[in-house]
């Protein structure tokens, strides 16, 4: 049996018929092809799935995809517009806050939610906000330079 | 030649991809008539297999076929190989999925093919297997008690071998003569690696050509091709090419050939459609090659001036279930040999025996033998400080290989190229003020504060060389490196390399590498790996390797295209060959700079040949393969401050203070990086990992709920330093610094915990330092 649903990914609007159990994250990555957002654990527990839902961040292994029937969706593909990368990119990237890049989607998109939250935080609450996102390349070091250096210039932007 | 990328601080090329979602890894690649595959694995540690029924899970529908280990076996499937052999070893043979017997939690004993991956999970479940359930054992002392449970009939007292090295003789009369002696007995915990993404393989097999096409998560595909073609199933090896794309971290983990992607090839021909399997992380809890598992009692003995007389040391090493690709090489020739540390120690005697239990396979994970080396060595250095009554740095010190000692012949077979030992350590004790915080730590310890600070003066070995020495170790194979550069016609370069990079940037360090040596701009280059059908034999990526080994591999080669392209300059410019300089990317007769041929015309007359030089062939590429000549020998020292909340036990890292010495640096920003992962997993093991197997050989720790890996908030940023002592003898003087972190930082994090518990009287805990075994020993000891 499969179920109609309307989802909104990076503002494209997408219906497909999906199994009521299938995870959003498996919609993502197998039914639209947007590979960019990763399932590295089955608990729930390394936050490499994580999407903003209704500009939110949730981990997309924990969500069905009836679930974010009606919602809006944003992955890593959808993060840079124009061509021009988010602040979050260019800081993973001038600061090193990446090895492999598993973790990257999900890490940037948690950042994301807590610069949201907090736009100037101290290195301690990056780090307690990003302690749902597994890293085992970093060290997380870079990773905690990195979203400063988002935040700074969110700030001068804003 | 002027250097313009090597040693600096580049940003990476490789990142726009990844931060935009547009990695590759195994499990986003699809196929046309891609089915996936779920493994049906065994719920018990040791069961002999009565029967195994297919129908339902056949009946159910989208299911397309379910193997199970006889069939393979009967289709002609071998044992997977062992690649590193020792003198007496028991080499029990290892099929894919079990045969007639599973050995360990988590083995597999049937695979099912279904058009979608929930449908192949469901008919896993489906699968039904008659089990037998037989006695189990996990852990490496009481495996080799009389009456363990025997995991292989040809290993009845489950001894896999029995290895020693050194003198012993010499190192008992050591002991005999010794001032003072300590005498430790410590465990290494069983760590299970967890790179973040979950290894996945994808096979296709095209009938009308007979050829195989394998995309998996390796940190070294040729590797792969060549054991699991001419080993395992057995087909030709150019019929068989492996690609590993990006790579989600590897940390030692895929590097070894595993049951699922050699099923998985061969179910593809089975069902005549393509094939993927990934890992749900509770499989790679059970069936990634677990690292470390030592059991380890060590002592050392010193004279009246507190200089060390000898070391002996005697380790149980758990192999687990079976031997994993490098297994026997971990607990021998990457530990023993690693003993002396930074130390001048007369004489060192280690024996190790190596034990089957019912767990999952041990091998290589990050350091692999090295830091459970380090453990002991920098544990010893601790405990025989604290005997003396001398401060830690000045009892390291005082016991240095000193600089003008190099090249060092140590007692366990290594001679160690180059070093200043002091240098790093000063450096290390400036960077966090020693004087002033020991001064604190008093401070402190009135108030009932307990501060400590931890060190740890490691050694590495990497880039394991040269062939000959390790072939007449034991290894299998030689551990050289392949590099083929081409040059283009318009100038471009593609190099493409043995290594494989899975994080650690070779597609930046190496192009700044090769546009240096050839003058052109790095946007010019493009470095390929991972793919057996593009790139020459390579031995991949681990133990550190890949920028002395691989990195000199790809100099090489530069040499060789400079060369002929100087021939050709030569001609072009109707000078002598040995009066053309070449510097800045232009060819130049000697003292006439503002006559000359770029590189870029160069290699367009290397491939249009209309105006050339008679007798030479045309084009411009160069292959080579470079054996060391040696081990290179990175070392440092760093420095763990904590502070213990006698109260809860909790230990938080208060600073961290790295200094590192791996020859000359390519690009900081990567080797700093290198650093930074390194000293998580370190701390890892110290604080906070370790694998639990219950009396039944039951893995209890076997999710991410249950094992606690390093989060953000755990770790403290890291204070990082370097001395350069280049490597003598490797092209680029560089020395690997990918495990450097891991090899430091668990006896550094140890070492500060004991140091802080020290008022209480605590001698030594054995690792992961939890809060609960703090405050139990802080209890016991204040009941004592």
């Known amino acids: 049996m499969k179920v109609p649903v309307t989802i909104t990914v990076n503002g494209q609007v997408y219906q497909r018929e999906v199994e009521p159990r299938m995870l959003l994250v498996h919609f993502l990555r197998e039914v639209l092809g947007l590979t960019g957002t990763h399932v590295g654990c089955d608990t729930s527990q390394c936050g490499a799935c994580v999407v903003l839902m209704d500009g939110k961040a949730v981990k997309s292994c924990t969500v069905f995809a009836v679930q974010a029937d009606g919602a809006q969706i944003t992955t890593i593909e959808g993060l840079a517009r124009n061509g021009q990368l988010h602040p979050l990119q260019e800081g993973f990237w001038e600061m090193h806050g990446l090895q492999c890049g598993f973790c990257t989607p999900g890490m940037i998109l948690a950042a994301y939610d807590l610069l949201q939250r907090n ?40 | 030649m002027a250097t313009r990328y090597f040693g600096v601080a580049m940003k990476r090329r490789e990142d726009p991809r990844f931060i ?17 595959a779920a493994m049906v694995r065994s ?82 479940e489906l699968v039904e297997v008659e089990y037998e359930p037989l006695p189990a054992v996990a852990d490496g002392a009481k495996a080799l008690q009389p009456g363990a449970p025997a995991v292989h009939d040809e ?76 080993f395992v199933l057995g087909i030709p090896e150019h019929k068989l090419r492996v690609i590993s794309p990006d790579v989600g971290g590897g940390f030692g983990s895929k590097i070894f050939l595993y049951p699922e992607e050699t099923i998985v090839t061969w179910a593809a021909r089975q069902v005549g459609r393509p094939v993927k399997w990934t890992a749900r992380r509770r499989e790679s809890f059970v069936s990634d090659a677990h690292g470390r598992d030592h059991i380890t009692e060590a002592e050392l003995a010193v004279d ?6 000898g070391m002996r040391v005697k380790t149980i090493a758990n192999l687990g279930a079976y031997l994993s690709t490098f297994a026997p090489a971990i607990p021998t020739y990457l530990y023993g040999t690693l003993l002396s540390g930074q130390y001048e120690i007369p004489t060192i005697y280690c024996e190790v025996t190596g034990v089957f239990t019912h767990t999952t396979p041990v091998d290589a994970y990050r350091g692999a033998g090295r830091p459970e080396a380090t453990y002991v060595v920098e544990r010893l250095m601790d405990l025989m400080a604290r005997e003396l009554g001398e401060d830690p740095a000045e009892f390291r010190r005082k016991n240095f290989i000193p600089p003008d000692k190099f090249p060092y012949q140590t007692p366990v077979a290594l001679q160690y190229d180059s070093g200043n030992y002091e240098g790093a350590l000063n450096k290390a004790l400036e960077a966090i003020r020693y004087k002033e915080l020991r001064r604190q730590q008093e401070e402190l310890r009135k108030q009932g504060r307990y501060i400590g600070i931890g060190f740890s003066c490691y050694i590495e070995a990497c880039g394991i060389a040269p062939s000959q020495v390790v072939g007449s170790l034991g290894a299998q194979a030689g551990l050289w490196e392949s590099a083929l550069v081409r040059v283009h016609p318009t100038g471009k370069v593609t190099v493409y390399t043995g290594s494989h990079t ?33 790139v020459p034999f390579g031995m991949g990526t681990y133990g550190s390797r890949s920028a002395p080994v691989g990195g000199s591999a790809i100099v090489l080669s530069l040499q060789k ?87 809860t036990g909790k230990v938080k890292i208060l600073r961290y203070v790295a200094v590192d010495d791996a020859g000359r640096i390519i690009n900081p920003l990567i080797a700093e990086g290198q650093v930074h992962g390194g000293i998580a997993q370190g701390i890892g093991q110290a604080l906070l990992e370790g694998a639990i197997y219950d009396e039944n050989a039951q893995l209890l720790s076997a999710s991410l709920l249950d094992y606690a890996l390093p989060r953000a908030d755990d770790l403290p940023p890291f204070e990082i330093d370097h001395t350069v002592t280049p490597c003598p003898h490797n092209p680029l003087g560089v020395k690997g610094i990918g495990e450097t972190g891991t090899i430091a930082a668990t006896a550094a994090a140890v070492n500060a915990v004991m140091d802080a518990l020290a008022p209480f009287g605590i001698r030594h805990i054995d690792m992961p330092l939890t809060p609960e075994k703090i405050w139990r020993a802080i209890q016991a000891a204040r009941a004592a």
């Open chain 1, 119 to 158: 736009p100037n935080p101290t290195d301690e609450e990056i780090r307690h906000a990003l302690e749902g996102n597994y890293c085992r390349c970093t060290g997380y070091h870079n990773i905690v330079r990195a979203v400063r250096y988002a935040a700074e210039k969110l700030r001068v932007q804003a």
């Open chain 2, 561 to 647: 295209i400079k060369e002929k392209a100087r021939k050709i300059a030569a001609y072009l410019l109707e000078a002598a060959e040995e009066d053309v300089v070449f510097e800045d990317g232009k060819f130049y007769v000697k003292g006439v700079p503002d006559r000359f041929k770029t590189f870029q015309e160069v290699a367009l007359q290397a491939y249009l040949a209309h105006n050339y030089p008679p007798g030479l062939e045309p084009g411009l590429e160069a292959s080579s393969f470079y054996d060391p000549k040696n081990f290179t020998f990175p070392f440092g020292t760093h420095i763990c401050v904590v502070e213990v909340d006698p109260e």
């Open chain 2, 43 to 124: 719920p018990h540690a040791h069961a002999r297999i009565r029967a195994i029924h297919k129908e339902k899970a056949l009946q159910h529908p989208g299911v397309i076929a379910v193997f199970t280990g006889k069939d393979m076996v009967d289709s002609g499937v071998k044992s997977l190989p062992c690649g590193w052999l020792l003198p007496g070893m028991k080499l029990p043979p290892h099929y894919p999925m079990a045969v007639d017997k599973v050995r360990h939690m988590g083995e597999i004993v049937a695979v099912v093919i279904a058009e979608d991956r929930y449908t192949a999970e469901d008919a896993a």
């Open chain 2, 155 to 230: 290993a009845p007292d489950n001894v896999c071998f029995r290895w020693s090295i050194g003198d012993r003789e010499k190192t008992d009369e050591a002991f005999r003569r010794a001032h003072r002696t300590v005498k430790v007995e410590l465990v290494n915990q069983r760590l299970i690696p967890n790179a973040i993404e979950p290894r996945a393989a994808m096979a296709q097999y095209n009938p009308a050509t007979d050829e195989y096409t394998l995309w998996v998560t390796s940190q070294n595909p040729h590797v792969h091709r060549l054991l699991m073609a001419a």
């Open chain 2, 502 to 534: 899975h994080g650690q940037g070779h597609e930046t360090a190496f192009a700044q590498i090769v546009a240096d040596e050839l003058g052109i701009p790095i946007e010019d280059v493009e470095i390929v790996h991972g793919d057996t059908g593009s």
């Open chain 2, 304 to 309: 009246e001036k507190g200089k060390i007389l």
């Open chain 2, 20 to 36: 935009t979602g547009r990695g590759t890894y195994v499990d986003d690649l699809t196929l046309p008539g891609l089915v996936y």
